[in-house]
């Protein structure tokens, strides 16, 4: 579809300091946004919360051409139950393999040139033994699906994502050639999405956002947030409008104007993000009264 773009995945995580050694020094990432949020969000992006939390961008390389990682922190919350939904994201870097070594952080070799390894909370990723490209190396996402064929049909037909391959267990779905795909995994049973349950977001022209959500409802489908402007302090307002698949996955479109201008690489974030978890004294408080912080 003209003018659809992958951008990124959201995941929810309940220990900051180890999450953000596992982006910046295993995978190599770099942070790209840090966000400071006093209450939930319009769209849930932070999941069905009230309360503060942050938003933190990381990935290779701008958001205008890399697909990147949004990591969601609710302040009080330290873990997420894990569902069966989020099946991994595969990146190609030897430096990342070479890094986990080198920190011992654990890895596995599941095949030939292809490792396992996990981010704090559980959430898989996959590391390919090859040279990492001077575009972008994250290659695709892996979901869940309990009906393959019914699936593709959704992303295909009514989110407009072409086609690449289907050999009845898995299918790879994207909106270009060179942009990470989208592979769907048959689990032959429920996708179960727990508390951990992501997000995976996309770009439109902002004229298409209607459109999408005119065509999601004609269908019948589920239209988890209706098309709504969201608002980050001393920064462009996106609109936005939320989806979910036959199997409950969760889908943001928001308009790319807009979103380009959001998305710029903010020079200052990492610091950002160091200086927040460095005044995040809640572990320490909770640690110092022998109580534990909450589960989600």
């Known amino acids: 579809m ?5 951008l990124h995945f959201v995941f929810k995580v309940g220990d900051r300091n180890t999450t ?4 910046r020094d295993i995978l190599g990432m770099k942070v790209l946004r840090h966000e400071e949020f006093e209450e939930g969000c319009k769209a849930s992006c932070n999941g069905p919360y009230d309360g503060r ?3 933190t961008m990381v990935g290779y390389g701008p958001e205008d051409n890399h697909f990147v990682v949004e990591l969601t922190y609710n302040y009080g919350l330290s873990t997420y139950k894990l569902g069966n939904d989020f099946l991994g994201l595969t990146i190609k870097s030897k430096t990342a393999i070479e890094n986990a070594k080198k920190h011992n952080w654990p890895i596995t070799e599941e095949e030939t040139g292809r490792y396992m390894t996990q981010a704090p909370g559980g959430y898989k990723f996959y590391l390919l033994n090859e040279d990492q490209p001077s575009t972008d190396p994250v290659q ?3 979901l869940a699906s309990s ?3 019914k699936s593709v049909d959704y992303w295909s037909t009514l989110c407009g994502m072409k086609l690449y391959n289907n050999d009845g267990k898995m299918a790879t779905l994207g909106y270009g050639d060179s942009q990470c795909k989208l592979e769907l995994q048959d689990v032959a049973g429920k996708v179960d999405h727990a508390t951990a349950f992501g997000r995976i977001a996309f770009s439109c022209p902002r004229t298409q956002l ?6 999601i409802k004609s269908e019948g489908q589920t239209i988890l947030t209706p098309l709504v402007s969201l608002d980050t302090p001393g920064k462009a307002t996106v609109e936005v409008v939320i989806l979910a698949d036959p199997d409950g996955h969760e889908i943001c479109f928001v308009g790319d104007e807009a979103f380009r201008e ?3 690489v ?3 974030s990492d610091q950002l993000l160091t200086d927040a978890m460095a005044a995040d004294k809640s572990d320490e408080w909770f640690a110092k009264h022998n109580k534990q912080k909450a589960s989600a």
Request: proline share 7%.
């Open 140 to 142: 695709k996402v892996t």
């Open 2 to 6: 003209a003018g659809r773009r992958a």
């Open 53 to 55: 939390w942050s938003k």
């Open 20 to 23: 953000a050694k596992f982006y």
């Open 147 to 149: 009906d393959l064929q």
């Open 262 to 264: 959001l998305s710029q």
């Open 210 to 215: 209607p459109e999408i959500e005119g065509k």
């Open 266 to 268: 903010d020079p200052k």
